[in-house]
């Protein structure tokens, strides 16, 4: 009779138990959020990335459409209300959506100047086939775009770059002279 009625009876638990319960809580809490904050960050740096290599694509739809000859454009501008030729009004054609024009974790620059992106104004008017950056040649080392600033400072210094061979790294790599 008597074990029949202690597992009737309901335990509570103590103000104890429950503070201990709630500093774990606390402590995994303290722990796990710059966690999921880092990984937010790599996660933008890598949708950006993305975002750099369809511009690549939108491109190089734009070389076949014009002999394979580089567009004449600005760098950059400073409002979205100016005129001059940039990547988001040369390239807008060319994308599958305007949102490639905007790095994920830029909160401002786009929405104030039309992209999030450089052109390297260097290749204005250049043949694709033939390429020329600070003496050099290698495609691999000729940057086509860049991030305007380093948005991803969770995830390490520098700007993602988009080299002329197509992949983007996040170190900028101006070099002259033969590779090593």
Known sequence: ME???RL????????VECLLALGLLGVL????FPVLTRMRDQARAVQCSAHLRALGNALQIYLQDHQQTMPVMEAGR??????PAVLDTVLADYVETPV????PADDSLQAKTGTSYFWNSTLNGQRASSLRFLL?????RI???????NFHRGVGDGVNVLYADGHVEKEVRFTVGPSR
């Open 8 to 15: 009737l009876t309901r335990r509570a638990l103590t103000l």
């Open 143 to 149: 940057p086509v775009f860049s991030d305007k600033e």
């Open 29 to 32: 809490a303290v722990i796990g």
């Open 3 to 5: 074990t029949k009625t």
């Open 78 to 83: 400073s409002d979205r209300n100016e005129a």
């Open 100 to 103: 490639v024009f905007r790095c």
């Open 136 to 140: 050099t040649r290698d495609q691999g």
